[in-house]
């Protein structure tokens, strides 16, 4: 069963901006709100880096290299949490990831590519 649904991803120039969704359609909102978000990305033979936490009571925190530019908020009516980058560079490059964790319980979604360049 697929838990979560990513999408937003694409091909944009450095400065630019994409916003990335992580849907969940088959969660009760009940459950989705106890659950803690993420998003990380990978490049191609690098490890899988953490760029953003959601908590589920509330707090949001960032890998260093992207505050100020990334802003991680979540839709509850929607179940979906969102990933908004702005003033993107060559370097966000990668197949960003959501996932979510509640105790033992851990979901990835399918990934989705972010491409930036000129």
């Known amino acids: 069963q697929v838990q979560l649904v990513e999408s937003g991803g694409g091909l944009v120039q450095p400065g630019g901006s994409l916003r990335l969704s992580c849907a969940a359609p088959?969660?009760?909102?009940?459950?989705?709100?106890?659950?803690?978000y993420h998003w990380y990305r990978q490049v191609p033979g690098l490890q899988r880096e953490l760029v953003a936490t959601s908590k589920s009571g509330g707090s949001t925190n960032y890998a260093d290299s992207v505050k100020g530019r990334f802003t991680m908020s979540r839709e509850n009516t929607r179940k979906t949490v969102y990933l908004q980058m702005n003033n993107l560079k060559p370097e966000d490059t990668a197949v960003y990831y959501c996932s979510r964790q509640y105790g033992s319980q851990v979901h990835w979604g399918q990934g989705t590519q972010v491409t930036v360049s000129s």
């Open positions: 088959r969660t009760i909102l009940s459950s989705f709100l106890q659950y803690d």
